[in-house]
C-alpha cells in the first residue's frame, strides 16, 4: 500500500496527464477544415523518380501496391540515389511583404494587420523536385542572418502558417547562428490555390506523400548549397513534427549538416498517420482499403526508422525533444527512437517536456523548448569550431 504522500503525488500525475489529454484534444480540434480523402496509389507521381524500373501498373490496386512496395524496397536500399539532385543555378535572395498565410477556415485578423506592411529578405529557387504545381516548385525560405559562421536550416511542422518559428530564428540570432526558414512542400507561399491546408505533404495518395517528402528534403540541402556558397562553415538543422522527420532524413542523407535538433520525433510515418490524433482524417480516408502493416511498407523509404544505419555515417550532435503526453507523435514510438539513438553509439541528448505535441506551441511549454534547442545549438556549435 502507498502512504500517504506517495499516494497524493500519484493522484495529482493523474489529474495532470488528464488535463494535458483534454487541453491537447482541445487544441487539435480547433482546425475544421480538414478533408477526408480517399486512398489513392498515385502511381503517376513515380514517373520522375530515380531508382525506377520504367514499370508503371495502372490497372489493379494490387499491381499498384505491388510496385510501390517493391519501388520502397530499391529506394530504401539505394537512398542516396533516391534523396539525390544538382544545386540549383538561379539562387537569389527576394525582399519582399510578409504574410501570413493562414490555414485555419477564417484567418485571425489581428495577426494578419500585425504583419501587414512589413518585408523581409526570402531565399528563392527553383526545386530541383518538378510537381504539377507551379507554386510548389519554387522553393522558399525567409533568412535571418546573423554574425559568424554557423548557419542552421529550420523546418517547422505539418500546417503552420509563414511566422512560426520566427521568433526562434531571432533567438538564435542573438547567439550568433544565421536562420534560413524553409517553407516545406505545399505550405504558405508554396501551396497551390486550390487547398486551404498543406494537405499534400501528407495525404491518403501514397505517391504524392513521397515525392513531398522527397522534395523537402533535397529542398533543404539546396539551402545547404546556398549556405556554404555565402561562406558559412558550420551547419546544421532543426525540425518539428513533419520537419523533424524531414531533417532526420536529410541529415541521414548530408555529411554537412554537423548538428541537427528534432523537435519531436518518431519512427515511422504510418505509425503517425496510422495512430495521431491529428491525422485520424487521413486514417479514415485509406481504412476501407489500408491496414498500418501495409502502410509502413509503402512509406518505408521516407521514413526515419528505415535509415539509422545512414545517419550513423558521420559524427553530429543530435539533441531529441519530444512530449510526454503527446497525442500526434505518440511517447512510446519517440522512446524507439532514442533506443535507436543509442543502439548505434551515436552522439545525443534528450529533453521530455511535461506536454503534449500542440501544447508545445503554448505557455509556458515553448519557452521550455525554445530554451531546450537554443542552448543546445550555441553549445553544439560552440564545440565544433
Not at 149 to 168: C, F, G, R, T
Request: proline share 5%.
Amino acid at each position: 500500500m502507498l502512504t500517504a504522500p506517495f499516494a497524493i503525488l500519484k493522484s495529482m500525475a493523474s489529474l495532470y496527464a488528464r488535463w494535458m489529454y483534454d487541453w491537447e484534444t482541445r487544441l487539435t480540434s480547433v482546425d475544421s477544415n480538414r478533408v477526408v480523402r480517399p486512398l489513392e496509389w498515385g502511381i503517376e507521381w513515380t514517373r520522375n523518380w530515380p531508382c525506377r524500373n520504367g514499370f508503371l501498373p495502372t490497372r489493379t490496386d494490387d499491381e499498384c501496391e505491388r510496385y510501390l512496395r517493391q519501388y520502397n524496397q530499391r529506394a530504401t536500399a539505394s537512398s542516396d540515389e533516391f534523396f539525390g539532385y544538382q544545386t540549383p543555378s538561379d539562387f537569389r535572395l527576394e525582399n519582399r511583404e510578409v504574410q501570413v498565410f493562414s490555414t485555419r477556415e477564417v484567418p485571425d485578423p489581428v495577426l494578419e494587420n500585425k504583419v501587414r506592411g512589413t518585408h523581409a529578405d526570402f531565399l528563392r529557387f527553383t526545386s530541383p523536385v518538378n510537381t504539377p504545381y507551379p507554386e510548389n516548385n519554387l522553393a522558399n525560405a525567409r533568412w535571418f542572418p546573423a554574425k559568424g559562421k554557423s548557419a542552421v536550416v529550420l523546418l517547422p511542422h505539418w500546417n503552420s502558417d509563414a511566422l512560426h518559428y520566427n521568433s526562434l530564428a531571432r533567438i538564435l540570432n542573438r547567439l550568433g547562428i544565421s536562420v534560413l526558414r524553409l517553407s516545406m512542400p505545399y505550405h504558405d507561399i508554396r501551396r497551390p490555390a486550390e487547398i486551404r491546408r498543406a494537405d499534400y505533404a501528407v495525404s491518403s495518395n501514397i505517391g504524392r506523400t513521397m515525392d513531398a517528402c522527397r522534395q523537402a528534403v533535397i529542398d533543404l540541402r539546396c539551402c545547404l548549397d546556398w549556405l556554404q556558397q555565402q561562406g558559412y562553415e558550420r551547419l546544421g538543422t532543426v525540425g518539428t513534427s513533419l520537419g523533424s522527420c524531414y531533417a532526420f532524413l536529410a541529415a541521414a542523407h548530408d555529411s554537412r549538416i554537423q548538428v541537427a535538433a528534432f523537435n519531436h520525433a518518431s519512427t515511422y510515418v504510418a505509425d503517425v498517420v496510422w495512430h495521431g490524433q491529428s491525422t485520424r482524417h487521413i486514417r479514415q480516408g485509406m481504412e476501407p482499403q489500408m491496414d498500418i502493416d501495409r502502410l509502413r511498407e509503402l512509406w518505408k523509404a521516407v521514413s526515419p526508422m528505415s535509415y539509422f544505419k545512414q545517419f550513423a555515417r558521420w559524427p553530429r550532435k543530435s539533441l531529441i525533444v519530444y512530449a510526454k503526453y503527446d497525442l500526434t507523435f505518440l511517447p512510446e514510438f519517440s522512446k524507439q527512437v532514442v533506443s535507436e539513438f543509442a543502439r548505434h553509439n551515436l552522439d545525443y541528448k534528450v529533453a521530455a517536456l511535461p506536454c503534449g505535441h500542440y501544447s508545445m506551441g503554448e505557455t509556458p511549454y515553448k519557452y521550455m523548448d525554445g530554451w531546450a534547442l537554443a542552448s543546445f545549438l550555441a553549445r553544439a556549435f560552440k564545440s565544433s569550431r
